[in-house]
Every structure is written in C-alpha cells, then in structure tokens.
C-alpha cells in the first residue's frame, strides 16, 4: 500500500555561526587575574525548514499512477491467492485442477492439509442391479434396485482423456448400474473394467476427466504415522477421519469375517485407528502430505461400526492389480508355489528343528518357480531378499508385494544347515 504522509525534508541551509566564547588573543598579559564572568548562553537558532513546492500533477502522469497502482493491487492480489491455494490446496477458478497439488507438512493443521490436497479426487459410488425392485404395482417398469453405497479414487487418467477409478471389488458386488459423484456433486455414468476378489480391488472408468489422486508409496510407512480416511460412511459424502497407521503387513486370514469385505483373504494390509465404517470402502487413506497410501477395504468389528480397527489395502498393491486389470482385464498375483506352516517355539522343540521361526514348507507344486530353484518340503524359509520371514503369513506377504517375474535370494535352513537359492517369482494358475 502506499503511504500519504509527506516524507520529512531536511535542509541544505547551515546553521548560522554564534559568537565564539572563547577570549579574543591578547599581545599583553595581565598582572593580576580577572574575576570570573558568568556568561549566559545565547539560545541555538534553528532555521526554518524550506520546503519545496509539489509540481501540479498532469492528468497524464495521474492515469499512468493508477494504471501503475491497479497493476501493484492485482499483483498482490494474484500472489496472495497464489500462496492461499498452495497452503490450504484452494483454487481461486472454481474449476477442479488437472492434478492435485500436495500440501508441504509445515502448517499446524496437518489434517486439514491433507484434507484439502485429496478430497477432490475422493468420489462417491452408488451401485444398482437390474433386478426390479419389489412391491412394484403389476404393470409398473422395473426400478433398479439399489445394492449399496462405496467410495473411490480417482488415479489414472484413460487414453480418451477419462478418469480410472480405483475401488474395492466388494462395492462393486452384483452391480449394473453405477453412479459416480465427484467433489462438485456432479454425476458421471461409470463402467467396471475389471475386479479382483483376491485383493478386493476393482477398476471404474467414467468419460470425463477428474483431478486425480497424489500417489505414495507404501513401502516406506511407519507405524504411528499421521492416517487420514477420505469417503462416504453411511452415504455421508466426502467424510474426513483422522488416526495414525497402527500396523503394516497385517493378515487377516486370523480374523472373523468383516461387514466390509472378504478380509479372510486379505493379506499385507494396512491397520489404522481412522474411522472406517460401511461406505468408506474404496476410499482413500492419505498420508499427511494428501498422497494415497492406501484404499479403505474392511473393519474389524462386532457391532458393525468403527471400533478403531480398520484395514486398508497398500496403494502399491492397489495400483499393481489395478494397472493390471486396465491392461489385460485381470490380475496378476505373484506365487512361489509353496504350501506350508509357521515355526514357533513349540515346533522347534518338538520336531528338533535348528530354528525356532520361518515358514517350513510341506509341499512345491509342479511347475512353479520354487520347484524350479530346488526348493524341497520340509525347508525352513527365514529370509526372503531383505526381508526377514518369520512365519507362513510373512512369507506370503512379503511374495505379494514382488512384481511377477522378479528374481529374488531366498534363505533357508536344510538338514541343519543354512543355505540360499534364486527363485523367480511366478504368476499364480487360476485354479491356485
């Protein structure tokens, strides 16, 4: 802003001289000392201030400081939206952005942060059949029948300038009809491109374009890290939750069957405490910078309702079967062709075995790449790459975040002694 305070001037004039107080030369000395003279001080004179007088302002050099001012004005006005929009993830043109912009971690409301980075790629799905619904007057065209309420992500965008979807198979159940709703309330007719029960991820696309998701990398969690759950519980769209990642690498073959899905399939998943209740399926599970680290898939429950365990399958798994289905029309699942069991202590005592962890293998299928390596029922598998296996489960995990075709080292324990192989990471058969 401009000032209308006249600046101070100080003068070029110097200040006149006063009389010297000092006594004036004197060829003779006196004989005796004189008495001493008080002399009162003569005031200091300041001088008064020229000031110079303004040139009148032509009305040409007026429209050329205005012109100067509104330029300033939009200027400031620009970066000031600017730096709004990339604080808070606004965007001054009510229009949705291409792609969304992650908002760096340095303000004091990570969440809200998050919140405004992923929102707008975080869409609500409602799925129908064509099955008609009941008590329908005789005579009365059929009405699609409501199945239920999921969410989505949208990640990927189409060769025809669309969007893809990422979802949970399980929304997608049964589904004819889908009905997709972005952030701005608008309606887009969505068409599966493939789903997978084994992981519970399924692909949407719709014609039209949508911001599309920041994606993380799930490899790199830690527990006790900022969650942020983004979806439509109970229909309630564009819901926020906040929690931290309780767990990684969770199975959940252990556990009862969940109102949200398969989950005695799901393995190498995410935990989180952030709130997951029916219809955050599909969702996205965000990071403190709005990147998706995972799509909400099931809650552990007795009730039916968040009990602050919930799962989330990790977006690397997610977009490695969801890259899949778009190319090929299914997924592909890593598989070493192993059946085996865990090794606690109790085994290791019983049996005699060298080790009191790892997953002990009972039986190689035909044609597999375990079989292949020389891998034999009754090794103990304790490493697989970096990885250190220490039962069944995390064997299985950690083959399921391999690309198909990856050549890995593979540590076991035979006879007592400790050895390694190479083994290619093979595409699980249908019938597997």
């Known amino acids: 802003m401009t000032s209308t305070e006249e600046p101070s001037l100080t003068s070029d004039i110097p200040p006149e001289p006063g009389p010297d107080p000092r006594p004036a030369p004197s060829d003779t000395v006196p004989a005796e000392p004189s008495p001493p ?70 303000t004091p409301e990570p969440v809200s942060a998050a919140a405004a980075a992923a929102l707008s790629s975080v869409v609500n ?13 005789t005579g009365h065209p059929s009405v699609p029948m409501m199945q239920g309420n999921g969410s989505g992500v949208a990640f990927r965008r189409t060769v025809r300038g669309g969007t893809y979807i990422l979802t949970n198979d399980h929304v997608l159940e049964g589904a004819n009809n889908i ?19 084994d992981t519970d991820v399924a692909v949407v696309e719709i014609k039209e374009p ?15 890290q900022l969650a942020v759950a983004i979806g439509s519980p109970f ?41 997951i209740n029916p219809g955050n399926s599909g969702g996205a599970l965000v990071d403190r910078q709005g990147r998706l680290i995972g799509i909400n898939t099931a809650l552990f429950s007795n009730s039916g309702s968040s009990s602050g365990v919930g799962f989330a ?19 592909r699942h890593p598989f070493l062709g192993v059946e085996g069991h865990t090794v606690d202590v109790a085994l290791a005592a019983q049996d005699k075995l060298p080790v009191e962890y790892g997953a002990q293998i009972l039986s190689v299928f035909d044609g597999t790449g375990a079989k292949k390596a020389g891998v034999e029922p009754g090794d103990i598998i304790v490493k697989l790459g970096s990885t250190q296996i220490r039962t ?18 593979v540590q076991y324990y035979r006879d007592g002694k400790l050895g390694s192989l190479q083994m290619t990471v093979g595409d699980r058969p249908p019938n597997r």
């Open 235 to 275: 229909g309630l769209q564009q819901s926020v939750t906040t929690g931290v990642v309780s767990a990684i690498h969770r199975s959940l073959s252990g556990l009862a069957s969940t109102p949200l899905g398969p989950s005695g399939s799901l393995v190498d998943v995410i935990q989180t405490d952030a709130a």
């Open 313 to 331: 399958i990790p977006v690397n798994t997610a977009v490695r079967v969801a890259d899949d289905l778009i190319a090929t029309g299914r997924a």
């Open 179 to 197: 009905v997709v709703t972005d952030t701005q309330g608008t309606t887009h007719a969505g068409t599966v491109i493939g789903k997978d029960p």
């Open 125 to 137: 799905l409602d799925v129908s059949s064509d099955a008609s619904a009941s008590g329908l007057p």
């Open 37 to 106: 003279i008080t002399l009162e001080p003569e005031p200091i004179r300041i001088p008064p201030i020229e000031r110079k007088t303004r040139a009148p302002i032509r009305p040409a050099a007026l429209m050329a400081s205005g012109i100067l001012i509104a330029v300033l004005l939009s200027a400031v006005v620009g970066f000031a939206a600017g730096f709004m929009g990339a604080v808070f993830g606004v965007r001054v043109n009510p229009s949705l952005p291409e792609r969304i912009t992650v908002v760096p971690a340095r």
């Open 210 to 224: 949508l911001p599309l998701a920041k994606l993380g990398d799930s490899d790199k969690l830690t527990v006790g």
């Open 392 to 409: 069944m489960e995390s064997l299985v995990a950690t083959v399921r975040t391999l690309p198909v075709g990856t050549t890995v080292t």
